[in-house]
């Protein structure tokens, strides 16, 4: 079955070092990648995205994110962490289930503490 | 206006009721999509439409109903609330019906059915 998984559903970091939000996902084809932050009461908002490519893909607010193919995964991460990336992290695939929809992982919540 | 807006922001319903939740993009976007968030199971799709005049059901679409009479709306209807539906809808665009793009998000309605 065509997925996306999140292991953790939250990490917690001090602010300075780096962090890391896991990801792997499970798709038919080639898999086009999403990361999408939740700020409270509000909307998610985009990150960055993997279709094609270098696997390391460079997107908002200085977070990055590592495509690994062999090992099905699409972490994201920031080298220095800061209190104001504390939020929840989403991952998404696009699938193809007789027509194209993208699905979401359950969420990471990311704790910076000062 | 800019972006995706959505309305209410808030409401409470009674259970048995009808309700229509609003939203609106200005991008001019083909593919729109309606989403509910619940805690620890991310956001589940309910309804899709990849142009203006088409509609599909996505991954819970039991209770709720669209409509996409042009590029710019997508309500979406509770014919008669029930409890369980008590969410956090969120309302997303996108510029590709094939998920090859990135979404854009509404800020959200919260809705509490008692």
């Known amino acids: 079955a065509q997925s996306v998984a999140q292991p953790e559903d939250q990490v917690n970091v001090a602010e300075g070092n780096p962090l890391t939000v896991k990801c792997t996902y499970s798709v038919s084809g080639n898999p086009y990648l999403f990361w999408y932050v939740q700020y409270p009461n509000r909307g998610l908002q985009f990150l960055l995205k993997y279709i094609t490519g270098d696997n390391l893909v460079k997107g908002s607010y200085g977070f990055e994110a590592e495509f690994n193919k062999s090992q099905t995964s699409f972490h994201l991460k920031k080298p220095s962490a800061l209190v104001s990336d504390s939020a929840l992290y989403f991952c998404?695939?696009?699938?193809?289930?007789?027509?194209?929809?993208?699905?979401f992982g359950a969420g990471t919540r990311l704790f910076v503490k000062a | 206006i800019a972006g995706i807006t959505q309305a209410p922001t808030s409401q409470i319903l009674a259970a048995g009721r009808r309700m229509t939740l609003r939203c609106t993009q200005d991008m001019r976007h083909n593919a729109m999509y309606w989403y509910r968030q619940d805690l620890g199971l991310g956001l589940r799709l309910i309804h899709y439409?990849?142009?203006?005049?088409?509609?599909g059901k996505g991954e819970v679409p039991d209770g709720y109903s669209v409509s996409r009479a042009n590029t710019d709306d997508f309500p979406l209807t509770l014919a008669s609330a029930v409890p369980s539906q008590t969410s956090v809808y969120f309302c997303?665009?996108?510029?590709?019906?094939?998920?090859?793009?990135?979404?854009?998000f509404g800020p959200g309605t919260r809705l509490t059915v008692l």
């Open positions: 998404a695939v696009r699938v193809d289930t007789g027509g194209f929809k993208t699905i």
């Open positions: 997303a665009s996108s510029s590709d019906s094939a998920g090859r793009n990135e979404q854009f």
């Open positions: 439409s990849n142009t203006a005049g088409t509609t």
